[in-house]
């Protein structure tokens, strides 16, 4: 297919224009008019941009991008490195954050609940991104934090009565902590994240509800997995992900 009808399509299916983000989503860096090769990976580090183009990709899709808000804007250090490498071999660099997270059969965090058995019952915070649900029947912190190290392959850090029985949970992948009090307010037991920060502690044991950073990473490769893998079965695309482990 063309750079162009994967990039309209792509806005089209994850409604970018509707999201105010931190960062442009959708075509980063242009290069070769014409896709046959598509790489994902969660952020486009000089290690995901050189095993996609030692690949062969003609495209390298990604969950966290370039040209983030505030950032310096002088192509130096290792963001000129970044972009030579993508320049020079005319590769293409495609990036969505929070529409990623949001999409409701795609995204970071539909996927996150389906994966963790979480079914969903609605959204809150800041354009719907984070979500709340229940647990089938309930279980014990330690054994839905042991759950959730199984499925992401991660040990989370955990805050909490291991022994307290949790059933309601919210979750948002990355670094959503900001949302705890929000989903203190849902009325949840407990509440998942990428990421913790120093006031998460007292909330959690203050409110009584469970803090569960997962891993900002670990959240964050379910979602550009299934737009990759998307994209491959609807345009006869090869498709390859690649991972870069990250402990954070």
């Known amino acids: 297919m063309l750079l162009n009808e994967l990039r309209d399509y ?65 192509i130096t250090g ?24 949001a999409h409701p059969e795609l995204g970071n965090n539909v996927r996150l609940g389906k994966l963790l058995g979480i079914a969903e019952q609605g959204r809150f915070g800041e354009q719907d991104i984070a979500c709340f649900g229940e647990l089938a029947s309930p279980q014990t912190l330690a054994q839905f934090a042991a759950r959730i ?48 920060s120093e006031q998460s502690f007292h909330l959690a044991q203050e409110s009584g509800v469970a803090f569960i950073a997962a891993g900002h990473h670990a959240t964050e490769r379910l979602g550009i997995q299934a737009l990759g893998e998307h994209l491959a079965a609807r345009f006869n695309l090869e498709h390859r992900f690649f991972d870069q482990d990250n402990p954070v």
Request: some cysteine; glycine content about 10%.
């Open 78 to 101: 290792i963001k000129k490195r970044r972009l030579a490498q993508l320049l020079r071999n005319d590769a293409s660099l495609l990036a969505y954050h929070l529409p990623l997270d």
């Open 10 to 74: 792509n806005a089209s299916l994850l409604q970018t224009g509707l999201f105010k983000d931190y960062c442009p989503n959708g075509l980063q860096v242009e290069g070769r008019a014409e896709v046959r090769r598509i790489a994902t990976g969660v952020t486009a580090s000089q290690r995901v941009l050189d095993a996609a183009i030692a690949w062969g990709a003609d495209a390298v899709l990604v969950h966290h991008g370039y040209f983030w808000r505030n950032e310096e804007a002088a």
């Open 149 to 196: 190290g199984q499925a992401l392959q991660r040990i989370p850090q955990v805050i909490g009565d291991e022994a307290k029985n949790i059933r309601k949970v919210a979750w948002c992948s990355g670094g959503a902590q900001g949302y705890f009090e929000a989903a203190i307010a849902q009325g949840a037991d407990a509440f998942i994240s990428g990421e913790a």
